[in-house]
């Protein structure tokens, strides 16, 4: 009988009496698992978990900068690339939720409203370890700085940061525009002053010359009183033109 049942007993498996009871267990001199293979699975755990720990979260060194009514992406991965598809990434404002992307989707219940609608995150691209965010419709109060982070990363860098700088509409010069003519109105009216003076300098400066000349004329072949007389108006002219 008893070789009956040590005949069923794998090998490596022998027969011992419980020190308690008294009663024959079965007790094995190996262990559950070889060790060779033991070792094996221990080298792929580490090695698996090595790659999300190496994965760094990265942002941007440089701002971003957008006008106001854009649409913008606030850069941000993991590096080297990671898949967070399965890991939960929130945006942040300072304390302001931005975007939340947990259990495979976004969760827009604990976003800030003034967000609510205006972001989103490239899901396909979340297995690469792109982790960037676009933000629409921007507005000035948009501007800051932003967090993005991953919790849940084996990382001692976690949190990646970028800063948002946004800039006014530019007003665009319309040569036809009424803001564009009132600002060109003194302008042209100045320019149209001096022209005129201008005209009426030459008009009388040749008005005295031909006088002159005229009146040279007319003199330079007459008797002393005519020539008296000629000076007399000449002096007249100059002083002036009603003494006549």
Not at 195 to 223: D, P
Request: aromatic share 6%; glycine share 6%; with cysteine.
């Amino acid at each position: 009988m008893c070789a009956g049942i040590n005949s069923l007993l794998p090998s490596g498996e022998s027969e011992s009496k419980d020190r308690v009871g008294g009663r024959k267990t079965a007790t094995n001199d190996n262990s559950l698992y070889p060790a060779a293979e033991m070792k094996l699975l221990l080298v792929l755990m580490s090695s698996l978990s090595l790659v999300d720990a190496d994965s760094d979260v990265i942002g941007s060194d440089k701002p971003v900068t957008v006008t106001v009514s854009d649409n913008v992406i606030l850069p941000c991965h993991l590096e080297p690339p990671f898949n967070v598809r399965n890991l939960t990434v929130e945006w942040k404002r300072g304390e302001t939720i931005v975007h939340i992307y947990t259990n495979r989707k976004d969760d827009p219940g604990r976003q800030d409203k003034n967000f609510r609608g205006r972001t989103s995150v490239f899901h396909e691209e979340m297995i690469r370890g792109n982790i960037s965010l676009k933000l629409t419709s921007i507005t000035e109060l948009d501007a800051g700085s932003y967090t993005c982070f991953v919790p849940k990363l084996q990382s001692q860098v976690r949190r990646g940061f970028v800063n948002l700088t946004v800039e006014p509409v530019e007003q665009k010069k319309d040569k036809g525009s009424p803001t564009h003519k009132n600002n060109r109105q003194p302008e042209n009216v100045g320019n149209d002053t001096a022209a005129i003076i201008g005209i009426a300098v030459v008009i009388i400066a040749g008005t005295v010359i031909s006088f002159v000349v005229v009146l040279w004329g007319l003199c330079r072949n007459t008797s002393k009183s005519q020539i008296f007389f000629c000076l007399h108006v000449y002096k007249c002219f100059q002083i002036n033109v009603s003494c006549l």
